[in-house]
T-cell receptor
C-alpha cells in the first residue's frame, strides 16, 4: 500500500512561532506537493518539489518555505505563524510510473492562535 | 487549465448508480479529465481519468461525450462509504509535476 504520512493530524501553535510540517512518503515519489485547503477556496498549491533540493513556488508561497533534503521527506515551514495560516495542510506525492495519480496524506489541521 | 462546472450537491440511494456530471466546455485537445474524491477528514483520492474514450476501473466508470465538453462519473452501486466530495479536474496530459486545480466539487450523499 502506498503511504504518504504527515507528522501530525492536529497542531495548535501561537502567532509568531516557527512551525514545521513534515511529510514522508514510501513510494519513491519524485514529485511532492504541499497544498492548503480552506472552506470555499478549495485546495491551493503552496510549493512543490520535483527532486531532492529542488523546489518551485506554487500559487500562494508567501509566508512559507520548504525543504527537501531526502527524496522521501518534504517539509513545509511557516517562518512566523500567523492566524491567517490556520488551515488544513495536505501533502501529496507522484511517481513517474503513474503521473496522473497524486497520493495524498491524511492532512494536518493547523490552528494558529 | 480548463475550468470545470459541477453541481454543488447530489443525493443517491444506497445500491443505486450515482451519476455525477461535469461540464468542461473549454477543454483543449491535449487535456485529460480526472476525477478525485475527498471523504470527510481525509486527503483526496484519485478515482479515474480519461482523454476521449470511456474508461472503467474497479472504482468507477467515466463517460466522456464525443465533443469532450462534458463527462459523467458513474459509481455503479453506491454504498454509504461513497459519501464524499467529488472533484472533476481538467489538465494537460499526464505530467506528474503539474499541480491539480480543485474546484468546489460535488458533495455526494448516499442515503440508506
Amino acid at each position: 500500500d502506498v503511504k504518504v504520512t504527515q507528522s501530525s493530524r492536529y497542531l495548535v501553535k501561537r502567532t509568531g512561532e516557527k512551525v514545521f510540517l513534515e511529510c514522508v512518503q514510501d513510494m519513491d515519489h519524485e514529485n511532492m506537493f504541499w497544498y492548503r485547503q480552506d472552506p470555499g477556496l478549495g485546495l491551493r498549491l503552496i510549493y512543490f518539489s520535483y527532486d531532492v533540493k529542488m523546489k518551485e513556488k506554487g500559487d500562494i508561497p508567501e509566508g512559507y518555505s520548504v525543504s527537501r533534503e531526502k527524496k522521501e521527506r518534504f517539509s513545509l515551514i511557516l517562518e512566523s505563524a500567523s492566524t491567517n495560516q490556520t488551515s488544513m495542510y495536505l501533502c501529496a506525492g507522484v511517481t513517474s510510473g503513474r503521473p496522473y495519480e497524486q497520493y495524498f496524506g491524511p492532512g494536518t489541521r493547523l490552528t494558529v492562535t | 487549465d480548463a475550468k470545470t462546472t459541477q453541481p454543488p450537491s447530489m443525493d443517491c440511494a444506497e445500491g443505486r448508480a450515482a451519476n455525477l456530471p461535469c461540464n468542461h466546455s473549454t477543454i483543449s485537445g491535449n487535456e485529460y479529465v480526472y476525477w478525485y474524491r475527498q471523504i470527510h477528514s481525509q486527503g483526496p483520492q484519485y478515482i479515474i481519468h480519461g482523454l476521449k474514450n470511456n474508461e472503467t476501473n474497479e472504482m468507477a466508470s467515466l463517460i466522456i461525450t464525443e465533443d469532450r465538453k462534458s463527462s459523467t462519473l458513474i459509481l455503479p452501486h453506491a454504498t454509504l462509504r461513497d459519501t464524499a466530495v467529488y472533484y472533476c479536474i481538467v489538465r494537460v496530459a499526464n505530467q506528474g509535476a503539474q499541480k491539480l486545480v480543485f474546484g468546489q466539487g460535488t458533495r455526494l450523499t448516499i442515503n440508506p
